[in-house]
């Protein structure tokens, strides 16, 4: 192989229809233009090197570097990935699907070949479930995208539409320091479904309505009306039990600072959340003030992130 080789990924934000996206119902979320880059060498593997402590804090990226070196027909003890990353780990950006698709680029051009997107989503969803036990497969297609924004509805393939928008959508992303799990998250609601499925599906359903609002107010650049879907998917996403105390006062001292909405985004459980901002700056200070770390981005007409 030519050493090394190079394959990079984008990080994302769910706007709109996490958790019902598990469940067949449409999503709404957008590629960053910050994400993972993947360098493999030959060496002793199967091996991941970052100068992040948290991405080896555990056996799952080697695990993923391990299966997609097989998916791809390598030999996984020749392979040594070095990964840097411009994504908070645990915030809710998508850094493990990033990671999984960099790998898989990297790796394939170690092998000579590009993947089709669709290869991608496939082979990106499946890697993903050593992170979480039922992917929707919506982060590895964020990241396989890029900076566009996209409506998304699981499958196999999934169906992905990419959006033009009107105008741009000026979002702060908040996180707080509780550490969140989307595997305990996806597998508590599944618990949940399970007992109760009617109740569920129908809340599902309701979220499914909120996105495709959602999606036309995005369309349109209509920022009021896509900041009443957040707060109508906020709602929805407490009664399935995914929010917590901590998200919840982020997200109303987003909306005293005059977000136009606010909602968790990602798995839940921790404190990442996602606002609808035409005042970013104020916004972000009042979540700083509530103890959050922050994040302006804006998604620009065509879906590529601008400086905000
Ligand atoms: O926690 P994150 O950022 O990986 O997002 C998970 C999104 C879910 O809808 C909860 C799960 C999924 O696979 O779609």
């Known amino acids: ?50 100068e992040r402590p948290e991405l ?18 390598l030999d996984p003890t020749t392979i040594v990935v070095t990964v ?40 990106g969803r499946r890697l993903e479930t050593i992170f979480h036990g039922h992917p929707s497969g919506v982060d590895p297609a964020a990241a396989a995208l890029g900076p566009v924004c996209f409506r998304f509805v699981s499958g196999e393939p999934p169906a992905v539409t990419r959006l033009t928008l009107a105008a741009p959508l000026p979002l702060v992303l908040g996180f707080g320091d509780r550490p969140r799990s989307t595997a305990a998250a996806v597998g508590g609601l599944r618990a949940r479904w399970a007992a109760e499925p009617a109740r569920h599906e129908r809340l599902f359903d309701e979220i499914a309505a909120i996105v495709e609002a959602g999606v036309q107010a995005a369309e349109a650049g209509d920022l009021a009306a ?11 996403l407490a009664a399935l039990g995914v929010s917590s105390a901590e998200t919840e006062a982020l997200i109303a001292a987003a ?23 035409p005042e970013p700056a104020r916004v972000a200070a009042a979540l700083a003030r509530a103890g959050a770390r922050t994040l302006a981005v804006t998604v620009g007409p065509r879906g590529e992130e601008v400086a905000a």
């Open 1 to 50: 192989m030519s050493e090394p080789a190079r394959g990079r990924a984008a990080g994302k934000v769910i706007l709109l229809g996490e958790h019902a996206v598990v469940y067949g119902r449409p999503a709404l979320a957008a590629g960053l233009a910050r994400g993972v880059v993947a360098e493999v060498r030959r060496g002793a593997g199967p091996a991941l090197v970052s």
């Open 56 to 73: 080896g804090a555990d056996e799952r990226p080697a695990r993923a570097v391990a299966e997609a070196a097989a998916l791809l027909g």
């Open 84 to 123: 840097r990353s411009a994504l908070p780990a645990g915030a809710g950006l998508g850094s493990s699907a990033a990671l999984v698709v960099a790998v898989l680029r990297a790796l394939a051009a170690a092998a000579g070949r590009r993947l089709a997107l669709a290869d991608e989503l496939t082979l």
């Open 226 to 236: 896509l900041g009443r879907a957040f707060d109508a998917n906020q709602a929805v």
């Open 255 to 277: 909306r005293r600072a005059g977000a136009l909405g606010a909602k968790l985004t990602g798995g839940g459980g921790g404190g990442a959340v996602v606002v609808v901002a």
